[in-house]
């Protein structure tokens, strides 16, 4: 291999704002900022969605509406529609 043509791997502090949960993992990604976590430095990155706060992967499901875009649209509109 070439040398210094690779990022560096190190690890990096992720937040998930969303569910306020921290993860350690090794990642490339950059960061300017820093935060401590157990007693040591790493790069700091805030997410706003991860595995910890997911509907997927937390089994919380969102209510959702069971009618369509073009059904709430003509409901909306009826009054409008000239063919009734």
Request: cysteine-free; hydrophobic content about 30%.
């Amino acid at each position: 291999m070439r040398d210094h043509i690779h990022p560096e791997y190190r690890e990096v502090l992720f937040h998930d704002t969303n569910a306020n949960a921290f993860f350690v993992i090794g990642s490339t990604l950059n960061s300017d900022q820093t935060r401590e976590h157990e007693g040591k430095i790493y790069p700091y990155v805030s997410l706003d969605i991860s595995s910890a706060s997911h509907p997927f992967y937390t089994g919380e499901q969102r209510q959702t509406s069971n009618e369509g875009r073009v059904a709430n649209f003509n409901k909306r509109f009826a009054r409008f529609n000239r063919s009734h």
